[in-house]
């Protein structure tokens, strides 16, 4: 499977971005989807992830009410929609897809496959 995230850039506290990772390589639509992020000097940490169906998601309480997670299987793609963006969410974000599993998982040894990241920093 691979991964190919989008979408990252520099945003003003409080704008929006929306990050978009296609899938290729393997049975996108029969397994969940997750979306991590990594910080300078920080270890990588769940943000959300979405069910193979897209009717269950989980995130993290850091970014829930701000973020959508969303999924199209008829493209391949998994989305993440970041509204009321802080400087805290500067980060780079990864795309992860689990070898198999349709619900939804928060810990990255629960995926096997990583995008290359997409850079998303937010100016205070």
């Known amino acids: 499977v691979q991964l190919q995230a989008s979408g990252g850039g520099l945003v003003q506290a409080g704008g929006s971005l929306k990050l978009s990772c296609a899938a290729s390589g393997g049975t996108f639509s029969s397994v969940a989807m997750g979306w991590f992020r990594q910080a300078p000097g920080r270890e990588r940490e769940f943000v959300a992830s979405?069910?193979?169906?897209?009717?269950?998601?989980l995130y993290a309480d850091s970014v829930k009410g701000r973020f959508t997670i969303s999924r199209d299987n008829a493209k391949n793609t998994v989305y993440l929609l970041m509204n009321s963006l802080k400087p805290e969410d500067t980060a780079v974000y990864y795309c992860?897809?689990?070898?198999?599993?349709?619900?939804?998982?928060?810990?990255?040894?629960?995926?096997?496959?990583w995008g290359q990241g997409t850079q998303v920093t937010v100016s205070s």
């Open positions: 992860a897809a689990p070898p198999s599993g349709i619900g939804v998982r928060r810990f990255s040894f629960e995926y096997d496959y």
């Open positions: 979405i069910s193979w169906s897209g009717g269950s998601t």
